[in-house]
T-cell receptor, first 115, second 110 residues
Framework: DAGVIQSPRHEVTEMGQEVTLRCKPI?????LFWYRQTMMRGLELLIY????????DSGMPEDRFSAKMPNASFSTLKIQPSEPRDSAVYFC?????????????FGEGSRLTVL | QKEVEQDPGPLSVPEGAIVSLNCTYS??????FMWYRQYSRKGPELLMY????GNKEDGRFTAQVDKSSKYISLFIRDSQPSDSATYLC??????????FGSGTRLQVQP
């Protein structure tokens, strides 16, 4: 399997622009997670889905952030409008059914810079 | 106060040294404890997984959990330059969404 695939790998945009990050989880995985990583705050959970349904979005920082999972093989994280403080590495991860907990498979991340 | 506290380092050791990495936590509901390793510009990958208090060994790595003290550790024996990475502790109450420490950056000098 190719692993979790994220795009774009790097994004540089200006404040106020819309940003869309994309994720393709590993086939057969039923959980999908979006995390954000910064030097100051470490790795923070934003939202996660089970069988395409959002389970917990309490980590989404503001209404400017939204996430969707229209099918089992695709998810998006959108920021509109973007702000400089949104600059971070955004990771998508997935995990497989039948495993109680523990192993998340991470993508390589999308590095976002908002000027 | 963060739910999971981890010394950010950096920690620099000579090759062959024993490395000790630690995390403390405040949420008694955490049941599952993990260590992830993250190389520069990569996503984290699972290194060790434990459930309940005690020790678990895997090659040069030993994970230790002390629930009574809310303290977990990772020991690396005979450290190698290839072990240079950021080590993140992670914990879960069972809901499958992990809470991570901030990570400790380790540099093993050849």
């Amino acid at each position: 399997d190719a692993g979790v695939i994220q795009s774009p790998r790097h994004e540089v945009t200006e404040m106020g622009q819309e940003v869309t990050l994309r994720c393709k989880p590993i086939s057969g995985h039923d959980y999908l997670f979006w995390y954000r990583q910064t030097m100051m705050r470490g790795l923070e959970l934003l939202i996660y889905f089970n069988n395409n349904v959002p389970i917990d979005d309490s980590g989404m920082p503001e209404d400017r952030f939204s996430a969707k999972m229209p099918n089992a093989s695709f998810s998006t994280l959108k920021i509109q409008p973007s702000e400089p403080r949104d600059s971070a590495v955004y990771f998508c991860a997935s995990s497989f059914p039948g495993h109680s907990t523990g192993e998340l498979f991470f993508g390589e991340g999308s590095r976002l810079t908002v000027l | 106060q963060k739910e999971v506290e981890q010394d950010p380092g950096p920690l620099s050791v000579p090759e062959g040294a024993i490395v000790s990495l630690n995390c403390t936590y405040s949420n008694s509901a955490f049941q599952y404890f993990m260590w992830y390793r993250q190389y520069s510009r990569k996503g984290p990958e699972l290194l060790m997984y434990t459930y309940s208090s005690g020790n678990k060994e895997d090659g040069r790595f030993t994970a230790q959990v002390d629930k009574s003290s809310k303290y977990i550790s990772l020991f690396i024996r005979d450290s190698q330059p290839s072990d240079s990475a950021t080590y993140l502790c992670a914990m879960d109450t069972g809901r499958r969404a992990l809470t991570f420490g901030s990570g400790t950056r380790l540099q093993v000098q050849p």
